[in-house]
């Protein structure tokens, strides 16, 4: 049965919320078929399926097209779209036009977004238009530049307050979920013990009431980052790169395809032919 926002509102203090991030529908099968309670269409997808530097060029049209894959394959977790850099910042008419926009073209069952007080009236308004949001403080990638790279955020008391300032403000906007991003574990604490609402960490320690990992992130997909909140389950890179280079063997010494993987025909057609 497909999870609603009220399953995990019921879970605020009590069995955490598992969330991973998915970008293609067999990904999604996989994480519904293991029973993750949520699946973030990230924009992380810029990093790790595009292949860009940051996250600030993609686009609506991405994030469409990757989210209708992966909520054709979600049949029970609850799928969220990220908001793109630029679909929502310029005013309140763009930001519901574009959370409607994706909400209608994949049958996503919420939006995220980046940002706390400064943005309250956005969700507010997506809110109000029908369209549950889960909201993102801390570290906020699309800020990366106005932050001066991916640090640690809410180290000071000054920036601690404002995150926890920001949590209640995006509460009384009507988040139904709140992510951490890079904050300390004692911050990320804090906030989730003041608010009414979920927190999902990451990089956030051990006391929110959910977790989120990228996905290629903790099977170990790719050799050249892993960041320090991220425990890897799996090592697919090596998996991947010693098949990769057994099937260039076998193709430079036509061991592949071999007899079971190919097909015959009638000798006494062949014959015939000319």
Known sequence: MKKTINDFISRKGQTPISMLTAYDYHTAV??????????LVGDSL????????????????????????????????????????????PSVRDAVANAGRIMKETNCQAVKIEGGIEYADRIKAIVQAG??????????????????????????????????????AL???????????????????????????????????????????????MLGYADDFTPKFAK???DLHSIMLEAFKQYKEDCEQRTFPAEEQSFSMNDDVLSKLY
Do not use: W
């Open 232 to 234: 890897k389950y799996a």
């Open 171 to 217: 509460v009384e906007a009507g988040v139904f979920a709140i992510t951490l991003e890079c904050v300390p574990e004692q911050l990320a604490k804090l906030v989730t013990e003041q608010v009414s609402v979920p927190t999902i960490g990451i990089g956030a320690g051990k006391y929110c009431d959910g977790q989120v990992l990228v996905y290629q992130d």
């Open 131 to 168: 369209i549950p949001v889960v909201g993102h403080i801390g570290l906020t990638p699309q800020s990366v530049n106005a932050l001066g790279g991916y640090k640690v955020q809410g180290k000071s008391l000054e920036a601690a307050q404002k995150i926890l300032n920001n949590a209640k």
């Open 46 to 89: 810029g990093n790790v399926m595009l292949g860009y530097e940051n996250t600030l060029a993609v686009t609506v049209e991405d994030m469409i097209h990757h989210g209708k894959a992966v909520c054709r394959g979600a049949k029970n977790s609850f799928v969220v779209i990220d908001m793109p850099f630029m679909s929502y910042q």
């Open 30 to 39: 996989t994480m519904d078929e293991a029973g993750i309670d949520m699946i």
